[in-house]
């Protein structure tokens, strides 16, 4: 049962990273057709993570109330509909409503996925559970070009990968009894005590403050995702507004940034558990400071940029899941539960505001501008992070 559960639980992670880099390799093609300005992307992009910030921040109580099986079927069917939605909308205002229960799935489907893993399965898995949410979301892109350059449309594109939603949606379904609570069936290295981790009650954001160290984790994590999200939804017309190249073809080539991401975090599972979480942060900052670099250089040529984005996501890789899995370390196990949702938050909040930003600077300034405004955020969670780990000795 523990092994097939695993296996449930990486599955609707493909599903939670299938979505997530359709809008971003799909946007050059879509706003001409839409006949909306280039930054609108950063519009449907705000919808999207403003509704996982809601659902974050319910997500708990949700899964005290329905468990975390049900919760997860039932947000991956939401994302389902809303990307089915998606395909069939023939006007940005359409796609902006859709927009509303795409991330309310999302949100939720996160948060309790990360929570489950975190309460009851070692670091390594953390690692390939975001793992297998690169694999999703470097499909997602290749699905898209391969559409475009056939001829079929964005709206194809969506559709394919609304129909891989939905099969996802019936095998979690079918899955829920597995999804009981395990207090004598473990994974061979955890704590005894790890399931047994969560507080009674739920801490207010007031009180989640006042935890030493605890801003920090939240810029930290604030920071990277907004950087995350940002190279992921604009690489693609970076590449076609600024190194000229074909629309299909950049949609192909975006995903190398989620390739990166997904081959990284398999490799980090097998080293996760040595090398220790603070190290790994350390390791993945300081490659994306040098994929970032790559993309900064200077020359109009596709070669640097590419293989910079690939950089940039192999550096990604240990960031996030070593950042949750350090929680309970730098916390307490019993405030973990509490300071991971509020991280989901706060990376939401992010993803929402920054990619936006970064498309109204784009439109005034120039889509050159994208490496700068990456190296911002990777400044930033570099300094806040050391601040932590200077506070936690």
Not at 90 to 113: E, R, T, W
Not at 124 to 133: E, G, K, T, V, Y
Request: proline share 5%.
């Amino acid at each position: 049962m523990y092994s097939l559960l695993l296996a449930v639980i990486y599955l609707a992670f493909i599903s939670l990273g299938l979505p997530d880099a359709l809008l971003g390799s799909g946007w050059p093609t879509m706003y001409t057709q839409l006949q909306v300005p280039f930054s609108y992307a950063g519009i449907i992009s705000m919808i999207i993570s403003a509704g996982t910030i809601v659902s974050s921040f319910f997500s708990d109580r949700l899964t005290r109330k329905f468990g975390a099986g049900l919760v997860t079927a039932v947000s991956v069917l939401l994302t389902a509909g809303a990307l089915f939605g998606f395909s069939v909308s023939g006007s940005f205002y359409l796609l902006c409503i859709m927009a509303i229960p795409y991330g309310l799935g999302a949100g939720a489907v996160d948060a309790a996925l990360n929570n489950y893993v975190a309460l009851h399965y070692s670091s390594r898995h953390m690692s390939w559970l975001h793992c297998f949410w690169g694999v999703g979301a470097a499909a997602s892109p290749y699905i898209m070009g391969f559409c475009l350059g056939k001829g079929l449309g964005w709206n194809r594109g969506y559709f394919s990968v609304s129909m891989i939603q939905i099969v996802i949606t019936a095998i979690l379904f079918i899955s829920l009894p597995l999804w009981k609570p395990r207090t004598d069936e473990k994974e061979e290295g955890t704590e005894p005590e790890r399931a047994e981790a969560a507080p009674s009650k739920a801490l207010s954001l007031r009180e989640i403050l006042r935890i030493k160290g605890a801003p920090y984790i939240l810029i930290t994590f604030f920071a990277y995702s907004a950087m995350e999200t940002t190279t992921g939804l604009w690489a693609s017309s970076y590449l076609v507004q600024y190194l000229l190249m074909e629309p299909e073809r950049a949609a192909k080539f975006a995903s190398f940034f989620y390739l990166g991401i997904t081959v990284g975090r398999f490799l980090c599972g097998f080293v996760a558990d040595k090398m220790g979480d603070k190290a790994l942060i350390r390791l993945g900052s300081g490659i994306v400071g040098a994929g970032i670099l790559l993309v900064l250089l200077p020359f109009q040529v596709t070669t640097p940029a590419l293989l910079g984005l690939v950089v940039i996501g192999f550096g990604c890789a240990p960031i996030y899941p070593a950042i949750i899995h350090s929680t309970p370390f730098y916390f307490g196990k019993e405030n973990s539960q509490a300071l991971i949702g509020i991280q989901m938050a706060c990376a939401y909040i992010g993803s929402t505001f920054m990619p936006p930003l970064f498309g109204t600077l784009a439109t005034g300034i120039g889509i050159w501008l994208y490496p700068v405004f990456l190296l911002v955020f990777e400044v930033l969670m570099v300094l806040t992070s050391e601040k932590l780990n200077r506070i936690k000795k």
